[in-house]
């Protein structure tokens, strides 16, 4: 039992199109959509239908993934609307905000020498998570008031803040695994 | 003999309809294989009412293959022939096995593939087909038990293993003759068995497996969901387990003992042996005397817990991974579900509970609750219960990437991604007019391509020659819900779809398992001959017997001299033919010793007839 491929993913999930995700009901219709397509209903089945499954549910589960995340959401939106991203060349020009990142990344290094590194890094992840809120709120922003260029701007940091995010679970993770 | 199917009001399965499926825990210590009857799952006993088979296999010199209790009598004695944990081996290279934890005894068959050989009576051995010998003897306990042929099997892998291990569990099944309805994860089938056995009408209740067995650390975190089972995250470690707690005592009892710098095989597999032993007792006392050829000495729980501290605490960082991996606090957790045969180690407990803040759940039998996850898998895949609301959505539990400039690795799908997924990623070349490129597809966290696990490597060739970076190579990546990878390459921009040729890196070819099956059906033919053989020996011990105790009754009544001589020749003759290798040598003689005293035996008779009618009329004897 196959699916339309072309659908969004919003579709999929019978969601609003838009950045504002209700999180219960995305994931209420993805444990349906898998309790109907999951490969595991069809694994006494034939060849066909096992292989349309796997394809279903790879793309059900690309779909939740994509929603789930703030940055893949924002940018799934605007390549719905249009815009395309080039993974290798696309990055930003914002010289204030690069500079706020490296003095980001100098703080996180320093975190190992201070006299309490969990409580320092604590500081740090509050700091961070509130200013990537902030940047989320900013591509509503300017979504909505159908500024793509400037959202895609936004996008782009968005994508700086998961990376620096990933950097401090890491030294978490570090400092935690030393005592 | 076929077990009635009674099934319940409101669960009826047609009959005829019913598919016979078994789950197996293919484990490092033991196996198992469990079915659902009746609508209940349980694990299913051999003869002897043992549900536990240990993993161990023994090749004997006449080709017999032994497994289980008998095999793993022979640990000590019979050190280059008795294979035990081979699980440890599955899916890794002869160069990874100098790694692991204990000295292994075997003689490792230089070849040319980076599968261990090992060389044994039954020739040179990988673990693929010792595995294939312990999955055959629970298919064939299945099916006797059940009545009839399996339909498929849902055999369970550590929720840690690579795409390798995998693998090389699934050619072990088919070198079993089985069909593969899924690999289920080991932590997963755990919380499928807990969460029907605590009627959970769960509502996003989140649990944690910890399962800690012989070989493997898995700990897998999971949302329960009215029947879906959703994994949030899990980690582990496939090289970690019980088998390493015996180790680092078996080191401590060499160093008591002084003898530290020894190399004798007998003596490091007697110091594991008594290892385990030690470690088992000190599960329900405080100390033990332990010995080692001519020391002895006693050993305290305390010792203990020291040495297997910095074992644990690994297995602590990759529950705390796995938590933050989940992005949820260790506060949201419900329950702790304790699986594998090591966790009844109290330190362990102890430990795990302080962790988790909580104490860990210990009821569900640590041994039996995989097999019957998997047991109750196996009844829905095979379509037994249609109306199920049971759902299973499982991770990856490793990252897959392909190799970069300068020797990275660059991740196209990360860790704890829900399965089945396919991702695509793009390529171009970097030279004008390249028209041919390697993909190398690894697994694993870490940065360069040396840290992490080669699984394949792609010749991509026939680009059609363009420009430098204007070719578009897509490399799309495929995994199933087994957690198997596979790979496919295109080139983009022209319509021309280019020639992919997949090497892994590491595995049987499909030549090699062929030529596995072809010899391991000829050795059919010879186990068959082999049973022959023993049922013909045992005829011929009971006429034997027979013949010998009615001779000592009345041969000197009933035989003269010469009669008598006739028939202890024909007896002698059964002797020497019993010895024989040949079942059909042993029937021959047995059939000619019959000819020989058949009028013997019916002398016998005669005076038997004599002697019950003596002193009676014939017509007392009519009704």
């Not at chain 1, 290798?88 to 190992?112: G, I, K, Y």
């Not at chain 1, 990376?163 to 030294?171: A, P």
Request: aromatic share 6%; glycine share 6%; net charge negative.
């Amino acid at each position: 039992m196959s699916i339309d491929f072309k659908q969004s993913y919003f579709t999929l999930f019978g969601l609003p199109q838009q950045y504002v995700v209700d999180e219960g009901q995305l994931a209420v219709a993805f444990r349906e959509l898998q309790a109907t397509h999951h490969p595991d209903r069809f694994a006494a089945g034939s060849d066909e239908d096992r292989r349309v499954a796997q394809q279903v549910t790879s793309f059900i589960n690309t779909a939740q993934e994509t929603l789930q995340s703030p940055r893949l959401r924002a940018r799934y939106l605007l390549s719905l609307a249009g815009v395309s991203f080039d993974d290798e060349r696309d990055t930003t020009s914002d010289m204030m905000f690069l500079m706020s990142q490296m003095e980001r990344r100098e703080q996180l290094e320093q975190v190992p020498n201070a006299s309490d590194p969990f409580d320092a890094i604590d500081v740090i992840s509050k700091e961070v998570k509130t200013d990537y809120r902030d940047l989320q709120e900013a591509f509503v922003a300017a979504y909505d008031s159908g500024d793509l260029e400037e959202a895609k701007q936004v996008v782009l940091k968005l994508k700086f803040f998961e990376r620096l995010l990933g950097e401090i679970k890491q030294l978490e993770e570090k400092l935690e695994d030393d005592i | 003999m076929a077990l009635l199917q009674i099934s319940e009001p409101g669960m009826s399965t047609a009959p005829h309809e019913h598919r016979l499926a078994v789950g197996i825990d293919l484990g490092t210590t033991n196996s198992l294989v469990a079915s659902v009857r009746s609508g209940e799952a349980s694990t299913l006993a051999d003869e002897n009412g043992e549900h536990l088979l240990p993993s161990v296999v023994r090749y004997l010199e006449n080709g017999e293959v032994v497994v289980g209790k008998e095999a793993q009598a022979a640990l000590a004695t019979d050190l280059q022939n008795t294979i035990a944990s081979a699980k440890r081996f599955l899916g890794r290279r002869v160069e990874e096995l100098k790694t692991l934890a204990g000295q292994l005894p075997y003689n490792f068959a230089e070849t040319e593939s980076s599968v261990p050989h090992i060389q044994t009576h039954g020739g040179a051995i990988t673990a693929i087909e010792v595995s294939s010998e312990i999955l055959k003897t629970l298919k064939e306990r299945a099916e006797k038990t059940l009545g009839g042929d399996l339909k498929g099997v849902v055999i369970t892998v550590p929720a840690y293993f690579d795409d390798a291990q995998r693998q090389a569990t699934k050619d072990a099944a088919r070198l079993a003759g089985l069909n593969v309805y899924r690999l289920l994860n080991e932590p997963t089938a755990a919380a499928v068995a807990y969460g029907l056995d605590q009627q959970a009408d769960a509502d996003n209740k989140i649990i944690a497996i910890y399962d800690l067995g012989g070989g493997t650390f898995d700990v897998s975190l999971l949302r329960l969901n009215k029947g879906v089972f959703e994994v949030l995250s899990t980690g582990g470690d496939s090289a970690l387990g019980g088998d390493d707690f015996d180790h680092v005592v078996a080191e401590w009892l060499l160093s008591e003992s002084q003898q530290s710098e020894s190399r004798d095989e007998y003596l490091l597999r007697a110091a594991m042996l008594e290892g385990r032993r030690v470690k088992e007792a000190l599960s329900d006392t405080t100390e033990v005397s332990a010995s080692l050829g001519d020391w002895s000495g006693t050993f305290t729980v305390e010792q203990f817990n020291t040495l297997i501290e910095p074992l644990v605490k690994k297995t602590l960082m990759a529950c705390r991974r796995s938590v933050r991996d989940a992005e949820i606090e260790k506060e949201d957790i419900v329950d702790v579900v304790m699986v594998g045969g090591s966790t009844r180690v109290p330190y362990v407990r102890q430990r795990v509970g302080e962790f988790f803040d909580k104490p860990p759940l210990v009821n569900i039998d640590p041994d039996k609750v995989v097999a019957i996850g998997a047991g109750i898998q196996a009844d829905l895949l095979a379509g037994n219960k249609p109306d199920s609301d049971i759902l299973l959505l499982d991770v990856i539990p490793l990252s897959l990437g392909l190799e970069t400039y300068g020797g990275l690795v660059e991740k196209v799908i990360a860790r704890n991604t829900t399965i089945p997924i396919t991702r695509a990623q793009e390529f171009t070349t970097f030279k004008d007019s390249q028209t041919a490129m390697t993909i190398h597809v690894l697994q694993g966290e870490r940065e360069t391509v040396e840290a992490n696990r080669s699984l394949a490597k792609f010749a991509l060739k026939g680009i059609p020659p363009m420009v430098a970076g204007a070719a578009r190579i897509k490399v799309t990546f495929q995994v199933d819900a087994d957690g198997l990878l596979s790979v496919f390459a295109e080139e983009e921009s022209t319509a021309v779809k280019t020639s992919v040729e997949v090497k892994p890196s590491y595995g049987l070819s499909d030549d090699e398992i062929e030529s596995m099956i072809r010899a391991s059906m000829e050795n059919a033919k010879e186990d068959v001959e082999q049973r022959r053989l023993r049922e013909n020996q045992v005829d011929a011990d009971r006429s034997l017997e027979a013949l010998d105790s009615a001779m000592a009754s009345d041969a000197d009544t009933l035989l003269s001299d010469a009669e008598k001589q006739a028939l202890l020749s024909a007896r002698g003759e059964l002797v020497a033919a019993k010895s024989s290798d040949d079942a059909d040598t042993v029937k021959a003689a047995i059939k000619q010793l019959e000819k020989t005293a058949e009028f013997y035996v019916a002398r016998r008779m005669d005076s038997n007839i004599q002697r019950a009618m003596s002193g009676h009329n014939i017509t007392e004897f009519e009704s």
